[in-house]
């Protein structure tokens, strides 16, 4: 019986401990091809059709990189980079973004 205890308690951590934390398959650099609703978006913040034209058609390159026990998400633009390093998979995290607001 402690045997199928013992078992139990490493399942149990081991998986607790994989969800904490990005998974390898997200790693990587990759430029965006398409955003659902992004000119929804755009046009809810304020922004003219000639604006969102440039911006939609800009190209966007993203990152996530690890860090030890946390990673780095990074966007990448012709005109603007956004970095927020030390992010802890599963909690909340605040930080500035391309239109200079702080998202969560």
Known sequence: MQLI????VVIFAST???VNQIPDQF???WSVEK???FDEFLTAKGYGWLMR???KNSGMT???EKSG???NYKIFTP???VIWNGIHFGQPYVGKYLDDSRHQ
């Open 5 to 8: 205890y013992g078992i139990f």
């Open 16 to 18: 607790a401990l994989a």
């Open 27 to 29: 790693l990587g650099k």
């Open 35 to 37: 955003s659902d609703n």
């Open 53 to 55: 034209t440039l911006i």
């Open 62 to 64: 993203k990152a996530f």
């Open 79 to 81: 005109t603007k980079d």
């Open 69 to 71: 026990a946390t990673f």
